[in-house]
């Protein structure tokens, strides 16, 4: 089974400050990494995505690191707003399989004014 | 604009029952999927069709079946409600080719 192992469970950041989440991936046949954000009551929305092609993505103030020898990824929210708070997912599409999404498990991220 | 929508947005149901779950999109995407989410598990794939007539299990699917006549709907059917299936349930949709998925506002089912 593919999986994508995601950590920490959840994340509390003050205002200002960085935050950041990261994920570790057990297949190398994945060929697209996207994160997902999700506010409460709401369903998941892009937010950022990268291929295994490139080690960096800014868009703004989000920021993706991307290790393919280590297999890991990381999101990374510079100056942390309270109106980041939400649940953060990163996931994975298998290569070839049709825009599958393997999810990790979710961080919870509250930022503190 | 063109939208996913999910409906009921809140089910209360008895363990034994037929439950269908609603899912219309109007993208006209060839790609729909069927999530639930749970503490700790993240969201995990439970049926998705690449077209009409086209459906195909995830990683749950027991307990879980799924019909595409159409290009704008997939409901989703639990055949005979268990505990273990009170869930939030989302769906997505995307265009073929393109890896970025659009998702409803979800279900929240609860199985008494």
């Known amino acids: 089974q593919q999986q994508v192992k995601q950590s920490p469970q959840s994340l509390i950041v003050q205002k200002g400050g960085i935050s950041i989440i990261n994920c570790a991936y057990e297949?190398?046949?994945?060929?697209?990494f996207p994160w997902y954000q999700q506010f409460p009551g709401k369903g998941p929305a892009l937010l950022i995505a990268?291929?295994?092609?490139?080690s960096e993505k800014k868009e703004g103030r989000f920021t993706i690191s991307f290790n393919k020898s280590a297999k890991q990824f990381s999101l990374h929210i510079m100056d942390s707003q309270p109106g980041d708070s939400a649940t953060y997912f990163c996931?994975?599409?298998?290569?070839?399989?049709?825009?599958?999404?393997?999810f990790g498990q979710g961080t919870e991220l509250s930022v503190k004014p | 604009d063109a939208e996913i929508t999910q409906s009921p947005r809140h089910k209360i149901t008895e363990t034994g029952r037929q439950v269908t779950l609603a899912c219309h999109q109007t993208?006209?995407?060839?790609?729909m999927f069927w999530y639930r989410q749970d503490l700790g598990h993240g969201l995990r794939l439970i049926h998705y069709?690449?077209?009409?007539?086209?459906?195909n299990k995830g990683e749950v699917s027991d307990g879980y079946s799924v019909s595409r006549s159409n290009t704008e709907d997939l409901p989703l059917t639990l055949e005979s409600a268990a505990s273990s299936q009170t869930s939030v349930y989302f769906c997505?949709?995307?265009?073929?080719?393109?890896?970025?998925?659009?998702f409803g506002p979800g279900t929240r089912l609860l199985v008494l």
């Open positions: 990268i291929r295994p092609d490139v």
């Open positions: 297949n190398t046949a994945f060929d697209y």
């Open positions: 993208w006209n995407h060839n790609n």
């Open positions: 996931a994975a599409i298998p290569y070839n399989q049709g825009g599958k999404l393997i």
């Open positions: 997505a949709s995307s265009s073929t080719g393109i890896e970025t998925q659009y």
């Open positions: 069709s690449y077209g009409v007539q086209d459906t």
